[in-house]
């Protein structure tokens, strides 16, 4: 049991170890890492909303569901095994052993990420990220695939994925921890992963039905759903990136000020390049640049000054916005730009810190140093960032292909959803539900009246299920008012 007490501050002293020195625990920073990984969690269903949004609505309720559930699958993993494979003291330098299994022994001792929390904080605050980054990939399936093998894929993919990936850049057993590799808050565990396992997603489902024509040249259902993610993911970010920190200090504040910088030139990058294009100043044009400044701005967050994170922001919205090109040369259906924006972004932001990476804001906290970037003549450091970057995705990939080949053959988990579900909607055929209870959904379908008898027997099923009036007569797979 935990021996705890207080001294005259509020601070909490910790006898972890009769043999060693009580920890004291600073309830400023205790308080704000609670705050942030409370922030970090609301960005889980703000990749949902910004999905949801640019999707058909008869798939968009499926990215909504998928945004909690993929995120409740996350954090019992963590719970599990996945904080003992990333972090315990005891592991190799490519992953953990099972030692805090279940979270055994994770309580009041110093944590590996920082002395000034203890570990259980830190283990809460990490599920965080180990929860929220299996939603990114979400993006790669959406419109056909199945949602249990997405459960399943989730799960094992943490394991297999993830935590290895989290080892090698924050435990401090891990090779591109000890090699030199900088990254604050997670562009390569994260943003690499997430973008790379999207990609992996498109190419082993191959392309949604109908994809080249007209039927997919559609514009977002909701654009206020893209906003209302991006808001949300913008608020989030303050605790992913100022949270990284691991206390409340001057380097904190710090991280939040470039976050907020990179993020608002980014979106205005994206927004005004794309306006030279369609002469329009697009809602989802600043949201998708919003996005590629906060991933852009991760890996260097802790690192960088103000003057620098708008670079940040601007070369990531540049980059990400050409990179979304990609997948029309290679010929792969990614529905969201998770790889140019997450994988491509992550990339640009990681070198972007090897350039710009400062010591002196390193020293803001006073206890950390590095010897820096090319801005401190420190050239050697690119070469580092390119080594953990180049070996995250070349990992993720494969990795991520090969789980999909695996669980995509096992009895019952099939992952791609039929052509009559694809036709007419995961929502309908997987979850039995709609978006929006009053809306015509044959505009989505491609030959409504082909399908009235299956849409009729599901509206009815859903009218009854909720005692709501159903016009009878109407077809064409339309919900009658």
């Known amino acids: 049991m935990p021996n705890i007490t207080y001294n005259d501050s509020g601070d909490i002293v910790a006898t972890y170890d009769p043999t060693a020195e009580p920890a004291v625990y600073n309830l400023g920073d205790t308080t704000w890492i609670l705050v942030a990984a409370v922030l970090v969690m609301i960005m889980a269903p703000g990749v949902a909303f910004l999905y949801s949004g640019l999707l058909r609505r008869k798939n968009a309720l499926s990215m909504l569901m998928l945004g909690l559930a993929v995120y409740s699958v996350g954090t019992i993993q963590w719970f599990f095994w996945g904080y003992s494979l990333a972090f315990s003291a005891t592991g190799s330098k490519f992953i953990g052993d099972l030692k805090h299994f279940g979270l055994m022994n994770v309580l009041d001792a110093p944590s590996m990420g920082s002395s000034k ?46 935590d290895p990936i989290a080892c090698w850049v924050w435990s401090g057993n891990g090779w591109l921890f000890q090699l030199g590799d900088l990254d604050f808050a997670g562009g390569g565990p994260v943003h690499m992963t997430s973008g790379t ?155 972007m810190t090897g350039f710009l990476a400062d010591s002196r804001v390193v020293d803001f906290d006073g206890y950390n140093s590095i010897t820096g970037g090319w801005i401190n003549k420190h050239y050697e450091q690119m070469g580092y960032q390119l080594a953990g970057s180049l070996s995250i995705i070349a990992y993720t990939l494969v990795v991520s292909y090969l789980i999909l080949f695996v669980i995509d053959h096992i009895p019952g988990l099939r992952l791609r959803v039929s052509e009559e579900s694809e036709i007419l909607g995961v929502d309908e055929t997987e979850l039995g539900e709609a978006s929006y209870d009053y809306v015509a959904l044959h505009r989505d379908l491609e030959f409504p009246n082909e399908h009235a008898d299956f849409m009729a027997g599901k509206t009815a099923a859903s009218s009854n299920a909720s005692h709501e009036k159903v016009n009878k007569e109407s077809s064409g797979g339309a919900i009658a008012v």
């Open 117 to 162: 929390i203890p570990a259980l904080l830190f283990a809460f605050y990490q599920s965080m990220f180990a929860a929220v980054t299996p939603v990114i990939i979400i993006g790669g399936l959406a419109e056909r695939a199945r949602m249990l093998p997405v459960l399943v894929f989730t799960f094992v993919w943490a394991t297999l994925v993830y």
């Open 197 to 351: 396992a999207s990609l992996a997603w498109s190419l082993y489902l191959g392309k949604r039905r109908g994809y080249g024509t007209e039927k997919l040249a559609f514009r977002p259902h909701s654009v206020s759903h893209v906003i209302l993610g991006t808001t949300l993911l913008w608020f989030g970010w303050f605790g992913f990136n100022g949270g990284s920190e691991l206390a409340g200090n001057l380097r904190a504040f710090q991280a939040c000020i470039v976050t907020n910088l990179a993020t608002a030139m980014a979106g205005l990058t994206w927004m005004f390049m794309d306006f030279f294009y369609t002469g329009n100043y697009s809602a989802v044009s600043f949201c998708s640049g919003a996005l590629a400044g906060l991933i852009a701005i991760t890996p260097a967050a802790g690192y960088v000054g103000a003057p620098s994170s708008l670079a940040v922001g601007f070369v990531g919205a540049v980059g990400a916005n050409f990179a979304t090109g990609i997948k029309v040369k290679l010929g792969f259906d990614d529905p969201v730009d998770g790889f140019a924006l997450h994988t491509i972004g992550g990339l640009i932001g990681s070198i």
